[in-house]
């Protein structure tokens, strides 16, 4: 069993930023990626970034240029910095687990394994 635990959220304004954090304990592989997720209000969960377990990046279009995800192997923290914030941005942030060690199958929600209970990130303009 995986736990995560969010922190970090809040009440920014336009162009703000804000840093997510996500502490992972339980047990866990040895290797694997994570991801953030959001969602808004009456919208599905959507992927904002993820990493894998060798520190390969992605993004989505909506966070690239704005959004760093990154993590603390030795403390198992995954961390969300997004600067530049706009109001779109508003919503629900979970972190994820999953177990592979390769973007390639972290994809959907589907297959991540573990969740968050999310942190909420509201941006006014």
């Known amino acids: 069993q995986v736990q995560l635990v969010e922190s970090g959220g809040g009440s920014v304004q336009v162009g703000g930023s804000l840093r997510l954090s996500c502490a992972v304990s339980g047990y866990t592989n040895s290797r694997y990626s994570m991801s953030w997720f959001r969602q808004a209000p009456g919208k599905e969960r959507e992927g904002v970034a993820k990493i894998s377990a060798y520190g390969a990046t992605n993004y989505a279009d909506s966070a690239e240029g704005r959004f760093t995800i990154s993590k603390d192997n030795a403390e198992k923290i995954l961390y969300l910095q997004m600067n530049s914030l706009k109001p779109e941005d508003t919503g629900m942030y979970f972190c994820?687990?999953?177990?592979?060690?390769?973007?390639?199958?972290?994809?959907?929600?589907?297959?991540?394994?573990?969740w968050g209970q999310g942190a909420q990130v509201t941006v006014s303009s």
């Open positions: 994820a687990y999953c177990a592979r060690n390769y973007l390639d199958y972290c994809g959907g929600t589907s297959d991540f394994t573990y």
